[in-house]
T-cell receptor
């Protein structure tokens, strides 16, 4: 069974701090990696994706991938109360247009 | 405006009843997916379709059925065989160049 593991949280950080969200995956052949944000009662929204080892930055968000350690993370700089949500890590374990495997998500709470 | 439309937003099922959830996309995406989300849980794959007239079972297909007669449409039927259907149902679509994006979801409850 291909698995994606996340700490369920809640992860509480003060406003303005860096939030660090982590994810590990079991399938060493995994190709691509995604972070979705899900507000309570809403559907997931794609915020970052990464395919290669290293860092990828987009505004306040940085995705980090380490395929050797089977580890992907999401950093949120200058956290805002509006960042409070559940963050879902997802992995594409097969090439092409195939389903993602999702973790259960980490709930982030940014305290004003 | 391109997007994925799910309807209805809320649905109630009576005992022994089949209900159908609609999912339509105008993004010209080849693949479409149905996921189920239970409170505090991640997304579990029900069915997916990579091309018209073809679909594959996911991890929890029992009690569900789908069809893919048109590229734009991928309806999900929750049959009476699904004994615990109360959940948030999410439809998504993708291409090889565009990652999965989701519709707004349908909440299904038992009457």
């Amino acid at each position: 069974q291909k698995e994606v593991e996340q700490n369920s949280g809640p992860l509480s950080v003060p406003e303005g701090a860096i939030a660090s969200l982590n994810c590990t995956y079991s399938d060493r052949g995994s190709q691509s990696f995604f972070w979705y944000r899900q507000y309570s009662g809403k559907s997931p929204e794609l915020i970052m994706f990464i395919y290669s080892n290293g860092d990828k930055e987009d505004g306040r968000f940085t995705a980090q991938l380490n395929k050797a350690s089977q580890y992907v993370s999401l950093l949120i700089r200058d956290s805002q109360p509006s960042d409070s949500a559940t963050y879902l890590c997802a992995v594409n374990t097969n090439p092409g247009n195939t389903p993602l495997v999702f973790g259960k998500g980490t709930r982030l709470s940014v305290i004003a | 405006d391109g997007g994925i439309t799910q309807s209805p937003k809320y649905l109630f099922r009576k005992e022994g009843q089949n209900v159908t959830l609609s999912c339509e996309q105008n993004l010209n995406h080849d693949a479409m997916y149905w996921y189920r989300q239970d409170p505090g849980q991640g997304l579990r794959l029900i069915y997916y379709s990579q091309i018209v007239n073809d679909f594959q079972k996911g991890d929890i297909a029992e009690g569900y059925s789908v069809s893919r007669e048109k590229k734009e449409s991928f309806p999900l039927t929750v049959t009476s065989a699904q004994k615990n259907p109360t959940a948030f149902y999410l439809c998504a679509s993708s291409t090889t160049a565009r990652p999965q994006h989701f519709g707004d979801g349908t909440r299904l409850s038992i009457l």
